[in-house]
């Protein structure tokens, strides 16, 4: 019997080609990039679940109440970690970070690697594994060093490093350090990545700091003790921060600070290290959010329940050629369960059909879908027990419910009433139902679209402040003294007329191509409160070189050999300072023994952070104490290419044996919203496959009704109904419901965007025009799909229409 329902089911499928090939292409196209989207998002939900102590490791972070509210910090003094794992019980084990570019050498070559400054205990704490050397402790003592398998190729062309020596340049000395571990290559899936391991207290700040609490600069991990739980262990935490934040905490009550829920002004936390990628500490509270993955799988099930939905209303439509089959297979003594059988069975090859397909399909877009999404997502994530078995389950449930709603309404056919060929369908609440929430999915991801488009535009387009366009930054990953290399690229350039003015300081702006995005923070006690600054070491020409806007005062000058002991501010740091009134009389001590620096400048406000950020008080100096890392070229807007190639050239004349990773600033500001483009470029993926679904739907639709009211159409042209009127009597129904599908789907999507924009200081204005537009868009797309039919219905012959009545 199985074998004959088979035989039936394919004559059918190929009998009706039309809707077969709608249906098996628009469950391939779902299924497909559904399977793409659910790679993605379990991918980023799987970030550092290959720990194997993954339940007890933290990040340590401070909450801390300032008299603007609460702030987190997760950067600690050195002395900290010792101090607590001494202090405090029920730390098993606990290890500094700290990461920085390191320019390590062996042999003639300088290599630029991904470096991480950590103590022992850090390969206890997290699942590293060691493909040579000491598994468990793969830095032997304060003299070696683990590296990775890839960067043990790039050094010495083999894996095969054991025992090597390598130089490695920290601060202004290179130091040797004997290879003992090589590292398998860190895993795409975690929150951290680097290419050599060196022993912490090698680090240039570790000596002068060593004992001073006020100085933080690094992230502490820890793993606790069995049966220790991260509440009970943040409680025991609160007498340590007490007498070690005091001092600290005495200024904060003095300058208007109010205490937490728990009546503390400062409080060590632990943040779960499954949560550090999803974790945000800007708004001063520690937020977790996995909006991404979630916003991702939420993309993929919308996309699939578009395409089953038209599966279902195509079904249905189908079933009016086959009113006929019907009436005579139940005249034959077919019962219920029997044709629910063979209508199932010919949805099921429908699906097994298209999934093989979208199997075929996925595999094919994978590489261009990871490059066009920035993603090092495979199918191996998807390849787990639990994954696999979730995933045959759903397609059970789906080609169950899908399949099997029509094949249920088709089995439950008056036989008198299919043999006429009368369909009663009543109402159609289902079908409508399932037209408007396939529209209330398209308006909501349209909108989407639109609005992170906007903001990526806005955010693109912005008026930073500074010249983004015409200045490039380049790393200064080489050997030479950093103020050196910087005269150097001046005198080398200088005859170039497209080269405009050289530059430097101790961070970038943007995230240049060597990855780093940093900030330094420097508080002290002015006027008898705290104040707190971002600090910014610089090199002469800076504002000049960046085009910033000096409102009073002046720059750093050669000409003023006292310029090492003034600064220059912003306006958010006058604000700070409360000295409005008289900027550049200002003069600050930074601790009881220094000497006064002068305030000889302010500088007008601009975007120095990441422009999700309200601008924060910034501080210049001019401290050739302190290296730059980064240097700055500003060109002439003409030939820009060309200018580009030159300093290159230059560069590599000055620094021959380091690498040139020099970008424009507007590529630097570019990557500093990937997850914002990411995120736009799948919503914007999302809405046109969700758009053509919808479309294939509604051709269905449009289908069925002319096929219901074919002989009132016939009657109404017959009594002198034009095609037009006609037109617009089959059609308004549908904008009928996209007009229920708006009013549903506008407040959900205002509601989700404002949410999100929330977390940006600076973002476009959630307008109307956005949601007017995405309801505009849905009804045109809605009115051509289904006026294209109606209109050639309403034109036919009615003659036709009636002579079978």
């Known amino acids: 019997m199985f074998k004959n329902y088979l035989k039936i089911a394919w004559r059918n499928l190929l009998k009706n080609k039309v809707f077969t090939a709608a249906n098996i292409v628009g469950l391939t196209l ?53 101090a607590l794992k001494e202090e405090v019980p029920g730390i098993k084990n606990i290890a500094r970070a700290l990461s920085e570019n390191a320019l390590v050498s062996y042999g003639d070559n300088d290599f630029n690697l991904d470096a991480e400054f950590v103590d022992a205990d850090y390969f206890s704490i997290f699942s590293f594994p060691t493909i040579m050397g000491d598994s468990g402790k793969p830095m032997q003592n304060q003299n070696s060093v683990a590296i990775t398998e890839e960067a043990a190729k790039k050094l010495f062309g083999t894996t095969d490093g054991i025992g090597k020596i390598v130089r490695v340049l920290i601060g202004k000395e290179e130091k040797p350090f004997t290879v003992s571990g090589i590292l398998k290559s860190i895993p795409d899936n975690s929150s951290v990545s680097f290419d050599i391991a060196i022993p912490f207290d090698s680090h240039s700040e570790y000596k002068e700091n060593i004992d001073v609490w006020d100085a933080r600069n690094h992230p502490v991990y820890l793993q606790l003790e069995d049966g220790v739980t991260k509440s009970q262990f943040e409680k025991s935490t609160v007498e340590f921060t007490l007498l070690h934040n005091e001092g600290q905490m005495e200024n904060m009550k003095r300058d208007g600070a109010q205490p937490d829920v728990n009546g503390n002004y400062a409080q060590l936390g632990l943040l779960p290290y499954t949560d550090k990628r999803f974790a945000n500490f800007n708004s001063g509270v520690l937020n977790v959010k996995r909006t991404f993955p979630y916003m991702v799988l939420g993309i993929a099930f919308l996309i699939i329940f578009i395409a089953c939905a038209n599966f279902v209303n195509m079904n249905i ?24 059988g063979q209508f199932w069975l010919e949805s099921l090859i429908v699906f097994v059909i298209a999934i093989a397909l979208a199997l075929v399909l996925a595999n094919l877009l994978i590489d261009p879908y990871k490059t066009l999404f920035n993603t090092d997502a495979t199918f191996a994530n998807l390849l787990t027990p639990t994954i696999f078995g979730s995933f045959l389950v759903g397609i059970l449930l789906v080609t169950l419910i899908t399949g099997g709603y029509p094949a249920l309404l088709l089995s439950k056919l008056n036989t008198l009433n299919a043999l006429k060929g009368k369909w009663e369908l009543g109402k159609n609440g289902v079908r409508n139902a399932l037209i408007v929430v396939q529209f209330v999915i398209a ?48 005198n080398e350039l200088q005859g170039n007329g497209n080269i405009l003015a050289v530059s430097g300081s101790d961070n970038n702006l943007g995230r240049g191509k060597d990855g780093s995005l940093s900030k330094s923070i420097l508080g002290f006690e002015y006027k008898g409160r705290i104040v707190h600054s971002n600090v910014l070491t610089v090199d002469y020409d800076y504002a000049k070189t960046l085009d910033l806007q000096l409102l009073e005062g002046r720059m750093f000058s050669k000409e003023y050999s006292a310029d090492s002991l003034s600064m220059v501010i912003n306006e958010a740091m006058v604000r700070e300072l409360n000295e409005v009134n008289n900027p550049l009389s200002t003069r600050v001590y930074f601790d009881e023994d220094s000497v006064a620096y ?45 200018s580009f190639d030159a300093i290159k050239s230059a560069w590599q004349k000055v620094e021959p044996n380091a690498e040139f990773l020099g970008s424009f600033l507007d590529e630097n500001i570019d990557r500093t919203f990937r997850r914002e483009k990411t995120m736009a470029t799948i919503i914007t993926s999302g809405s046109i496959l969700g758009i053509v679904l919808s479309c294939i739907g509604l051709f269905a639709m449009s289908l069925l009704v002319v096929a219901q009211r074919t002989k009132e159409i016939g009657v109404r042209k017959v009594i002198g109904a034009s095609t037009s009127s006609i037109t617009v009597l089959l059609t308004k129904d549908f904008l009928k419901l996209v007009g229920i599908a708006f009013v549903i789907g506008a407040p959900i999507a205002w509601y989700t965007l404002d949410k999100w924009l929330e977390e940006y200081a600076f973002r476009v204005p959630l307008s109307i025009w956005f949601f007017i537009g995405a309801g505009l868009l849905a009804a045109l797309i809605a009115l051509v799909t289904v006026g294209a039919r109606t209109m050639k219905a309403a034109a036919a012959n009615p003659v036709k229409s009636l002579r079978t009545d």
């Open 30 to 82: 779902a299924f497909a990039i559904a399977l793409l989207l659910t790679m993605t998002a379990l991918f980023e939900l799987s970030y550092d679940q290959f720990h194997e102590n993954k339940g007890s490791v933290f990040q340590v972070y401070y909450s801390n109440q300032t008299p603007k509210g609460s702030d987190i910090s997760t950067a600690n003094p050195i002395p900290f970690a010792p």
């Open 317 to 340: 439509a189908l079933g009016e050629k086959r009113l006929k089959e019907i009436g005579m297979r139940k005249t034959l003594g077919a019962v219920k369960g029997q044709l629910f």
């Open 443 to 490: 308006i909501v991801l349209i909108t989407g679209t639109l609005v992170f488009q906007g903001q990526i535009q806005f955010m693109r387009n912005k008026n930073l402040g500074f010249n983004k366009e015409q200045v490039v930054s380049i790393p200064l990953n080489g050997k030479k003294d950093s103020y050196r290399v910087i005269e150097l690229l001046r």
């Open 598 to 642: 002068n305030v000889i400048g302010v500088l007008k406000d601009y975007n120095h952070q990441d422009i999700s950020k309200s601008i924060e008080p910034l501080t210049f100096f001019l401290d050739r104490d302190y290296e730059l890392y980064y240097a700055y070229v500003k060109v002439a807007p003409e030939d820009m290419a060309k």
